[in-house]
T-cell receptor
Framework: QQQVKQSPQSLIVQKGGISIINCAYE??????FPWYQQFPGKGPALLIA?????SEKKEGRFTISFNKSAKQFSLHIMDSQPGDSATYFC?????????????FGEGTQLTVNP | EAGVTQFPSHSVIEKGQTVTLRCDPI?????LYWYRRVMGKEIKFLLH????????ESGMPNNRFLAERTGGTYSTLKVQPAELEDSGVYFC????????????FGPGTRLLVL
């Protein structure tokens, strides 16, 4: 049973456009929701993270929107750039009390065309 | 500061052989995690060390997998004997402590079992 579902599997956006990736989770015990960015040949790197006590977090062009009642969260990339082309993973964990093991979505391959 | 390193970067072995993967976490990080991504699916948790102790090994697929963390520093993950379904990318991650959830990932070891 997959606890974090991510969509779409792949996404093509034009430069300057908005990229939106969605995730839904099952386990209400999750209390930490990071997004990781992975470039080819590299490991995933933390991009931005949110806790369920806020509905939105913004860092530069990257924004997480969080809907606790719907158990959904999404990543918005504004003014998408070719350098943003990468695989994006949403994840969830139970945080401090449970060793912080991450449960990942399947990943979204983002391509930003120039 | 050096990041998480993994060795080898790639490994191609025959079914039935043994392979040992190594991970060197960021210096001072007590938490060390192993994850695996198989065939473009989600990244799945395998196990978690706190220093030299196994905190959670519930994600280990079977007893062909053995993980160790000598002296609370580097870790090895041995697969013996390897099966075709063990092919995938094995990631190691480390974090400073339970109060800090950010996990830093290594570049991964790409394992192909033929």
């Amino acid at each position: 049973q997959q606890q974090v579902k991510q969509s779409p599997q792949s996404l093509i956006v034009q430069k300057g456009g908005i990229s939106i990736i969605n995730c839904a989770y099952e386990n209400t015990a999750f209390d930490y929701f990071p997004w990781y960015q992975q470039f080819p040949g590299k490991g995933p790197a933390l991009l931005i993270a949110i806790r369920p006590d806020v509905s939105e977090k913004k860092e530069g062009r990257f924004t997480i929107s969080f809907n606790k009642s719907a158990k959904q969260f999404s990543l918005h990339i504004m003014d998408s750039q070719p350098g943003d082309s990468a695989t994006y993973f949403c994840a969830a964990s139970k945080g401090r009390t449970s060793g912080s093991r991450l449960t990942f979505g399947e990943g979204t391959q983002l391509t930003v065309n120039p | 500061e050096a990041g998480v390193t993994q060795f080898p970067s790639h490994s191609v072995i025959e079914k039935g052989q043994t392979v040992t993967l190594r991970c060197d976490p960021i210096s001072g990080h007590d938490n060390l995690y192993w994850y695996r991504r198989v065939m473009g699916k989600e990244i799945k948790f395998l196990l978690h060390f706190v220093k030299e102790s196994k905190q959670d090994e519930s994600g280990m697929p079977n007893n062909r997998f053995l993980a160790e963390r000598t002296g609370g520093t580097y870790s090895t993950l041995k697969v013996q004997p390897a099966e075709l379904e063990d092919s995938g990318v094995y990631f190691c991650a480390s974090s400073q402590g339970l109060a800090k959830e950010t996990q830093y990932f290594g570049p991964g070891t790409r394992l192909l079992v033929l």
